[in-house]
């Protein structure tokens, strides 16, 4: 079951019982409205009768000469009313229409009661018949008591009938507008499956390593920001997958020519086609060759560590000063052999850092301006805001695009590079960091630009 199928069929049951809840309390509130209206109605035309006949009648048997038909309107239609005239006794001396309730002409004395007491009544049953009734005593003018009642009342069948009238022009309205609400939510769902379809459709490329294509969404919300994020991991799957192909090619050819110089000298001498004056240089090559090996796979598995953070941190607050000092401690040696010289200058600036391994980072930089340098390193640090931006320049020969643009890859290696992992594991432990490494060249040569924190 598709999407839009879906989408459309919970629109429709949540239509159905919206308007079905709709339906049933407005036929509730339609019909109490009615009632309502109904006995106010007779209040109104009973009270005009009572002030008629109070006082001027005298005696029970001269009740029977009130005659009167009540209309009135409810609900926007003419209602008939009815009248009995009752004496205390519960018989009836005049009704408005013959037998009103099945029983004959006596009041049952189960609700004698209250018809022979002034007052107004939502739904009572007289007989076998509910009625709105309004009760209203006639008093007479002999003595002042109350000698029967005038009881107005309308049949709450006739009102049932006004109010279901009523609740089918509504209900004619609710079908007509839930019928432009389907209408509306089919193109609705629409707009939501379609970006959803072709959003799949893109995916099952992918799935088959076809990274070209984009989601374009001509729409605003959540599923254009879901179609930007999806192109945005696209991009970053489509550069995942290629460095890995470009690694698993690099790191192929990194380990094959050890291990076919190691071998190669190895068959030599088990072969006898090395001379034996020459096997012991054979055998510094093949230990040199394994040497690299052993470098390249230790390498291989920090880089590892590191990028899956499986390798323990232990950050403290350094003075990033420090940490040079005692990196240009280090190469020092090599600085005075090439006859570099090295300046620190800039900002006293404290970072949180697992020294050692920030020192590792620092230390390749540097191993990397040494190798390229003609006469100088500048090392500049500045206090920025939150962050402290380290700059690492060198007046060696400039990058070119290709460099820069891979120079952080796994086993991308400069003229005088060695394993190709160096500035990758310089990369991780940077970004283990929350920090940020560039580089780019400058007019006297290049410059390594790195971001940390501050603390």
Excluded at 80 to 98: A, F, H, M, P, T
Excluded at 206 to 214: A, P, T, W
Excluded at 370 to 395: C, F, H, L, Q
Aim: aromatic share 8%.
């Amino acid at each position: 079951m598709s999407i839009r199928f879906k989408l459309i069929i919970s629109y429709m049951v949540l239509v159905f019982i919206s308007f079905s809840i709709i339906g049933v309390f407005f036929n509730l509130m339609i019909r109490d409205f009615l009632i309502n209206e109904a006995r106010q109605n007779l209040i109104r035309q009973g009270s005009v009768i009572q002030r008629l006949y109070n006082g001027r009648i005298s005696t029970p048997e001269a009740l029977q000469s009130i005659r009167y038909m009540p209309k009135f309107w409810v609900g926007g239609r003419i209602l008939d009313g009815d009248l009995i005239v009752v004496d205390l006794n519960g018989d009836i001396v005049y009704s408005s229409r013959q037998n009103p309730f099945g029983g004959g002409n006596r009041i049952e004395y189960a609700i004698l009661d209250k018809i022979t007491k002034e007052g107004s009544y939502n739904s009572i049953k007289i007989g076998n018949t509910d009625v709105v009734a309004a009760v209203f005593p006639i008093i007479s003018n002999l003595n002042g008591k109350v000698i029967g009642s005038i009881v107005m009342y309308t049949l709450v069948k006739g009102i049932k009938i006004a109010s279901l009238q009523i609740v089918g022009v509504l209900l004619k309205g609710i079908l007509l507008s839930g019928i432009v609400s389907l209408i509306i939510g089919y193109f609705l769902s629409r707009s939501i499956s379609a970006p959803i379809a072709k959003l799949t459709e893109v995916v099952e490329k992918i799935k088959d390593k076809k990274f070209g294509e984009k989601v374009n969404i001509k729409s605003d919300g959540e599923i254009k920001l879901l179609a930007d994020a999806f192109n945005e991991m696209s991009v970053e799957l489509r550069n995942y997958y290629t460095s890995q192909r470009r690694f698993l090619q690099n790191a192929s050819h990194e380990l094959k020519t050890p291990l076919m110089s190691i071998q190669g000298y190895a068959e030599g001498i088990k072969d006898g086609v090395i001379e034996k004056d020459d096997i012991p240089k054979s055998l510094d090559i093949i230990i040199d060759e394994s040497k690299r090996l052993r470098d390249i796979v230790n390498d291989l598995m920090y880089l590892t560590k590191i990028e899956t953070h499986q390798e323990g941190i232990k950050k403290h607050k350094e003075y990033l000063k420090d940490i040079f000092e005692e990196c240009i401690e280090k190469i020092m040696p090599q600085l005075n052999k090439k006859n570099i010289k090295i300046s620190l200058t800039g900002d006293d600036a404290n970072v949180k850092c697992d020294r050692t391994k920030l020192m590792q980072s620092f230390m390749n930089i540097l191993s990397n301006g040494v190798r390229y340098a003609k006469t100088s390193i500048d090392i500049e640090i500045k206090n920025i805001k939150d962050y402290v931006e380290v700059k690492i320049k060198n007046d060696g020969r400039k990058f070119t695009e290709e460099e820069l643009k891979n120079m952080f890859e796994r086993f991308y290696k400069g003229d005088e590079g060695e394993t190709g992992l160096g500035l990758a594991i310089t990369k991780a432990i940077i970004e283990w960091h929350d920090g940020t490494i560039e580089a780019f060249n400058t007019d006297s040569g290049v410059c390594f630009l790195i971001k940390l924190n501050a603390v």
